[in-house]
């Protein structure tokens, strides 16, 4: 089963974004700042001087007709996208990319922010939303500013059926099934987070809290510094 709790909802159109910025050094007016179904940012619409059209996620803060150039000798502005050896320490930034040339990865949601901590032997500091402080590799392009949307988290959907209009159907709790249904079914009466001996599991046994599913053994483990816990990662 892949699509479980998931059908229906309001029909949606794809928008290509434009993760790369490789227009490098061609400057680019922002045309509109449009609501885009598949996140949660909105996206601003630039016309190049080329006529070409592009996608990006909007920063916060940029309006329509704000101009806004790539590259490595772009100034440090909202919204422009520059290496992280451009960068001034102490910028917040969005729009990451994890591998030169990669395209962007990270810190794409409202109102997520990076902050540049510092540069070292080819590589930047970079503290991520979620606490964990990273290192990445100076040629690897970011956006300068906050994402925009910050007012996304106090969105409340008010009534079920704007869940059933994103694609979300109703899931029933497995502490309320029947053991046949589910690991966590059964009991004599209410058995509240497992009845106290056995452990919240998906229904087929993945343990649901406390088990960690990254890989230990993952490459990219050497580029992590501090993990979003606070503690430092232990790298053999």
């Given at each position: ?101 990669q395209g962007a990865q990270m810190v794409r949601s409202a109102g997520g922010a ?101 890989n230990r053994r993952k490459a990219s483990n050497r580029f992590i510094l501090i993990r979003r816990d606070g503690r430092p990662?232990?790298?053999?």
């Open positions: 089963m892949t699509a479980r709790g998931i059908g229906g909802g309001h029909k949606q159109k794809l928008r290509l974004v434009d993760f790369k910025r490789a227009k490098h050094g061609m400057e680019a007016t922002v045309a509109a700042i449009e609501y885009d179904p598949g996140r949660s940012a909105r996206l601003a619409l630039l016309e190049y001087k080329d006529g070409e059209k592009r996608y990006i996620v909007a920063p916060n803060g940029i309006q329509v007709g704000a101009k806004i150039v790539s590259g490595p000798t772009a100034p440090p502005e909202l919204g422009n996208c520059l290496p992280l050896r451009s960068v001034p320490v102490g910028l917040p930034i969005h729009n990451l990319e994890i591998m030169p040339g990076a902050t540049l901590m510092s540069r070292a032997e080819g590589y930047a500091l970079i503290r991520l939303p979620s606490g964990e402080i990273r290192r990445i590799n100076e040629d690897c392009y970011a956006t300068v500013g906050q994402v925009g949307h910050t007012e996304h988290i106090k969105v409340i959907l008010g009534k079920a059926g704007r869940s059933r209009h994103r694609g979300k159907r109703p899931i029933s709790r497995g502490v309320a099934r029947n053991p046949v249904d589910h690991p966590n079914g059964g009991g004599a009466g209410k058995s509240k987070s497992g009845g106290g001996w056995q452990q919240l599991t998906s229904p087929w046994g993945l343990l649901a809290k406390g088990y960690r599913t990254r990662m232990k790298n053999k």
